[in-house]
């Protein structure tokens, strides 16, 4: 991503609005106990910032998919979006969460993952499906119907869509990587 002058956007903290400092301290008293990345961006918009954190907090800590799961739809929608934030905060946290190595990285690369369980399986098929032909068929929805279940699937598509916005967040904005974090995906066309 090329840097300008104008990016990323910078949040000075001790200036922010009664509503900016509202939702700041909300972000940072919750789950996620810590305001990074495109959390800091959407603080510029304080009704943007409140209504997508509280979405967020649900995709991430609300929904029936177990965080093995979850992870996976996020480091999918991450690698689709190459989106180095996101890469960098959520692959260690999937690999805790028990997506293993060779997943993660193949999925970083853009190469096919090998799953030993079908409900990986599911997730990543159908991510990738809606991800990349911006529609899911019979079949895989049918597969992804059958490891979550209805209200599962309708989940996953609002951790997809919500890590969308993230990831566009993150690449309009030019949110820097963590600090010492490499681009995981430097080289990558």
């Given at each position: 991503?090329?840097?300008?002058?104008?990016?990323?956007?910078?949040?000075?903290?001790?200036?922010?609005?009664?509503?900016?400092?509202?939702?700041?301290?909300?972000?940072?008293?919750?789950?996620?106990?810590?305001?990074?990345?495109?959390?800091?961006?959407w603080?510029?918009?304080?009704?943007?910032?409140?209504?997508?954190?509280?979405?967020?907090?649900?995709?991430?800590?609300?929904?029936?998919?177990?965080?093995?799961?979850?992870?996976?739809?996020?480091?999918?929608?991450?690698?689709?979006?190459?989106?180095?934030f996101?890469?960098?905060?959520?692959?260690?946290?999937?690999?805790?969460?028990?997506?293993?190595?060779?997943?993660?990285?193949?999925?970083?690369?853009?190469?096919?993952?090998?799953?030993?369980?079908?409900?990986?399986a599911?997730?990543?098929?159908?991510?990738?499906?809606?991800?990349?032909?911006?529609?899911?068929?019979?079949?895989?929805?049918?597969?992804?119907?059958?490891?979550?279940?209805v209200?599962?699937?309708?989940?996953?598509?609002?951790?997809?869509?919500?890590?969308?916005?993230?990831?566009m967040?993150?690449?309009a904005?030019?949110?820097?990587?963590?600090?010492?974090?490499?681009?995981?995906?430097?080289?990558q066309?």
């Amino acid at each position: 991503m090329q840097d300008t002058p104008l990016r990323p956007v910078r949040l000075n903290e001790t200036a922010l609005s009664p509503e900016q400092r509202r939702i700041h301290d909300a972000i940072l008293s919750g789950p996620r106990g810590v305001v990074e990345g495109p959390l800091r961006v959407w603080l510029q918009s304080p009704g943007l910032a409140d209504t997508a954190q509280a979405l967020g907090a649900f995709c991430r800590y609300g929904t029936s998919l177990p965080p093995r799961l979850s992870e996976l739809a996020i480091l999918t929608t991450g690698a689709f979006w190459r989106s180095g934030f996101e890469w960098a905060v959520h692959a260690p946290i999937a690999a805790q969460a028990g997506v293993s190595d060779a997943v993660i990285a193949a999925i970083r690369t853009g190469q096919p993952p090998v799953f030993e369980r079908e409900d990986e399986a599911a997730v990543h098929a159908f991510s990738q499906m809606l991800h990349s032909q911006r529609h899911v068929d019979d079949a895989t929805y049918a597969r992804a119907v059958a490891c979550l279940g209805v209200p599962g699937t309708v989940e996953l598509v609002g951790i997809l869509g919500y890590y969308t916005l993230i990831s566009m967040t993150i690449n309009a904005f030019a949110v820097p990587l963590p600090d010492g974090a490499a681009d995981p995906f430097a080289g990558q066309d």
